[in-house]
């Protein structure tokens, strides 16, 4: 059973190279919950293990992942890898799900938060962008039959490039004990 596992955590380490990560740390976010938080040339990214029993769930979990991969939306947090691989049991077939996300710390609460103790309200064209930016993001995921559930300020990110990018902590799950 030892080996079973091993060999699974070294394939997921070859599929997301996590070799080449100059740091993994296991941590606890506020929206991404348990993960294993990687850093590399490219910057942070989070690393979430699911496990799945339904094959219809599994489908449809499929299917979601594949549209978040082909149809980048530029305000939605963005997936970067994705696989899945059989766990078969005694009794029954369950599925490991591995994903890789863009990581951003800064949200929009905190945002707000920092700009009223400093006095430096938003501009106009400011609440224009977030406005804008956070419809494309809910377009797209009401174009793809999946909702938002958790939509707040705390879960709508902002990059490094000022871009608003939204988050449902519906996507993620739990962390790979892979470090």
């Known amino acids: 059973m030892g080996n079973k596992l091993e060999s699974r955590n070294k394939s997921i380490s070859e599929v997301f190279g996590l070799s080449s990560f100059s740091q993994k740390d296991q ?13 590399d040339a490219e910057g942070p990214s989070a690393m979430k293990q699911k496990t799945v029993t339904d094959e219809m769930k599994i489908n449809r ?23 899945d691989m059989n766990d078969e049991n005694l009794c029954a077939t369950s599925f490991v799900i591995y994903s890789r996300w863009e990581y951003l710390e800064n949200n929009l609460a905190s945002e707000i938060q920092l700009r009223s103790c400093s006095g430096h309200l938003f501009r106009e064209h400011e609440v224009f962008t977030l406005i804008q930016e956070v419809v494309t993001g809910m377009e797209f995921l009401q174009s793809n039959n999946k909702p938002h559930r958790q ?23 739990v962390v790979p004990n892979l470090a």
């Open 27 to 39: 941590k606890k976010d506020e929206i991404y919950g348990d993960m294993l938080l990687l850093q």
């Open 151 to 173: 939509l707040s300020s705390s879960n709508i990110l902002i990059d490094s490039a000022g871009v608003y990018k939204l988050v449902d902590p519906n996507f993620f799950e």
């Open 61 to 83: 979990l499929r299917q979601w992942q594949s549209i978040m991969l082909r149809d980048k939306c530029p305000n939605l947090i963005r997936l970067l890898k994705y696989h």
